[in-house]
């Protein structure tokens, strides 16, 4: 099986996209411009911070780095180095002076055995497997000029069907989804040791109550996990069950049902409220509405630039310039009683994610802004820190 050929569907969609979007088109001109000059120094910057693991001195990791390379039919001399941290994290850059460069952090290697590494070293050749890196959504989504938030919105669901396709790349090199799974499950707990069973079941039910949650804040899973570049990791741990299930692996599964069923994993991440027809989506739109005008407005105002931010996700024409801010401020707080009786806690936090978004992108985030925001928080029964972690999310991929 070529990697090509498993390679999330929407990933791909979404990648081709992107590629064609102005702006994504301008940051990658201004990228080459910078190359051109030289060497971006990341591989000094490597050599600085972190060990460079010879084959001599990690066999055993360049022996399943090369099976990898081989599976994917990869051709790049691949450099491997570790990095001092007691967080499970691994990272692959783009290529520099015709090299791969792949980050360990210490604890990862230490603390994962060979199938849950190999599914770890595939996953990031994925990402340069499938040029990822072509999207370079950190310095779109934190650059001097930050995407619009369309364009930001469209970024993080890419981000997180690019992240399947490098799941996918990474069990297809480790051929063993319970190793596969519980690499999923240590990198998403922090457990490595032995007193912890891991159940499989267990783990995927988390995604079924996901679906169902209708639990307070604060208990249960990370729910903020949900709205990031990477999916929460028992949903990747689904979608890669599904994909071991189809034909592309170990089942009979078509490749259509397949991306199917992802897609309906994933779409409790996705803001598919702005569009929506349901009674449950209007709520949620209009609450998003009348939430950021508000905030707009709580400090000087609301500028054109906070006007042009409005009218990208809204649609042109759609910010009134005989708009009462007043008055549409008196129907905030009924808003969010409707849209708190109708939506999720999921929901919920999509709306506030999204005002975070569109926040961010009409520039910085002042501290009336941020009062307002709190206090929606409150009243939606979202905890606060979720508005920080939305605000400051970090976005490079790894
Ligand atoms: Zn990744």
């Not at 979404?14 to 030289?38: C, F, P, S």
């Not at 993080?156 to 396709?165: G, P």
């Not at 349901?278 to 906070?306: Q, Y």
């Not at 549409?328 to 009924?334: F, G, M």
Request: hydrophobic share 40%.
């Amino acid at each position: 099986m070529k990697p090509e050929e498993i390679r999330c569907q929407n990933d791909l969609q979404l990648y081709n996209t992107l590629l064609k979007h102005r702006d994504v088109i301008k940051v990658n001109e201004m990228i080459a411009r910078q190359e051109e000059k030289g060497p971006t120094g990341l591989r000094r910057h490597l050599l600085a911070t972190s060990v460079s693991l010879s084959k001599g001195m990690a066999p055993s990791v360049h022996k399943m780095a090369d099976e990898c390379i081989e599976t994917l039919e990869m051709d790049i001399p691949l450099e491997l180095y570790v990095f001092p941290s007691p967080q499970f994290n691994a990272m692959c850059f783009k290529p520099e002076e015709g090299r791969l460069h792949v980050m360990f952090s210490s604890s990862l290697l230490e603390g994962f055995k060979d199938d849950e590494l190999k599914f770890v070293i595939g996953h990031e050749l994925g990402h340069h497997v499938y040029k990822h890196h072509d999207i370079p959504i950190g310095y779109l989504l934190k650059g001097q000029r930050p995407a619009s938030p369309r364009l930001a919105l469209e970024l993080f669901a890419w981000s997180r069907y690019a992240e399947i396709s490098a799941d996918r790349a990474g069990a297809h090199c480790a051929q063993n989804l319970d190793a596969v799974a519980r690499a999923l499950f240590k990198l998403a707990s922090g457990l490595t040791s032995d007193f912890v069973q891991f159940d499989l079941d267990d783990f995927l039910k988390q995604v079924s109550e996901m679906q169902i949650v209708d639990a307070e804040p604060g208990q249960g899973a990370p729910k903020q996990d949900w709205f990031s570049t990477h999916p929460f990791s028992p949903m990747r741990v689904k979608a890669l069950e599904l994909f071991d299930q189809s034909v592309m692996a170990n089942g009979d599964t078509s490749k259509d049902d397949l991306e199917v069923a992802v897609q309906g994993v994933m779409s409790l991440m996705e803001p598919s409220y702005l569009e929506g027809k349901t009674k449950t989506a209007i709520h949620m739109r209009r609450l998003l509405f009348a939430a950021s005008i508000c905030v707009a407005n709580a400090s000087d105002g609301i500028s054109a630039e906070e006007i042009k931010t409005f009218e990208e996700f809204f649609g042109k024409g759609e910010f009134d310039k005989n708009l009462n801010v007043e008055q549409l401020s008196a129907t905030l707080d009924d808003r969010i009683k409707t849209a708190k009786e109708m939506a999720s806690v999921p929901q919920r936090m999509q709306v506030l994610r999204d005002l975070c978004t569109m926040s961010r992108s009409s520039g910085r985030t002042t501290e009336p802004e941020r009062d307002v925001m709190n206090d929606i928080a409150d009243k939606l029964d979202v905890p606060r820190s979720f508005i920080c972690q939305s605000l400051a999310q970090d976005v490079e991929p790894d």
